[in-house]
């Protein structure tokens, strides 16, 4: 069966400082892979959406980039993190029209 | 442009009453229907999914949910509500015309039971 991995499951950061959260997948090969940020008490946003290794597209301009250097793996990174990054950030996989979530990372910018 | 409406953005219930948490989308083609549930500070976890057939879809933990084409709605129903229920719920939408996966959600429904 197919699992999704995130970690860190939590981080704290403070303001100017880099960010990579890393996502992998097991179980299933060439996933169509997907980050998304959820604010708090709010619904979700897709950040990145990625059909293939090095093949990356992003669904809104902000502070982030997202790379996927291996088939089941995706890596979302800042080089300087903003207060507004805050948020609970998914990492999800699909094959055909059906996408699964991981279990989150929570960031919070200080 | 497709999108989804959840009517509310908060239900309370009492323990074993039933519920109801409505949704409805627009779309000028096909689409597929979904509906997930989110735990405090955990990832969304799929309830249940229309893809075609019958209209009534039963899903995990005692969900069902029924397609309707004319009103556009897939709303989410349980007889009977446990404590455990108390979570947030989403309607999703798939948009079956892009090269990827892309699905639409609904700005979530917060269920709290009430003991």
């Known amino acids: 069966s197919q699992t999704i991995h995130q970690w860190p499951a939590t981080l704290v950061q403070p303001v100017g400082s880099p960010l990579s959260l890393e996502c992998t997948v097991e179980g299933t090969s060439n996933p169509n892979l997907y980050w998304y940020r959820q604010a708090a008490g709010r619904g979700l946003q897709l950040l990145f959406y990625?059909?293939?290794?090095?093949?990356i597209s992003s669904e809104v301009p902000q502070n982030l980039s997202a790379s996927r250097p291996q088939d089941r793996q995706f890596i979302l990174s800042s080089k300087k993190l903003l207060l507004s990054d805050s948020g609970f950030y998914l990492c999800?996989?699909?094959?055909?029209?059906?996408?699964?979530f991981g279990p989150g990372t929570r960031l919070l910018v200080l | 442009a497709q999108s989804v409406t959840q009517l509310d953005s908060q239900v309370p219930v009492f323990e074993e009453a039933p519920v109801e948490l409505r949704c409805n989308y627009s779309s000028s083609v096909s689409v597929y229907l979904f509906w997930y549930v989110q735990y405090p500070n955990q990832g969304l976890q799929l309830l249940l999914k229309?893809?075609?057939?019958?209209?009534l879809v039963k899903g995990i933990n005692g969900f069902e949910a029924e397609f309707n084409k004319s009103q556009t709605s897939f709303h989410l129903r349980k007889p009977s509500v446990h404590i455990s229920d108390t979570a947030e719920y989403f309607c999703?939408?798939?948009?079956?015309?892009?090269?990827?996966?892309?699905?639409?959600f609904g700005p979530g429904t917060s269920l709290s039971v009430i003991p």
């Open positions: 999800a996989w699909s094959s055909q029209e059906t996408q699964y």
């Open positions: 229309y893809l075609s057939g019958s209209t």
């Open positions: 990625s059909v293939g290794i090095g093949q």
């Open positions: 999703a939408v798939s948009d079956l015309r892009t090269s990827y996966d892309k699905v639409i």
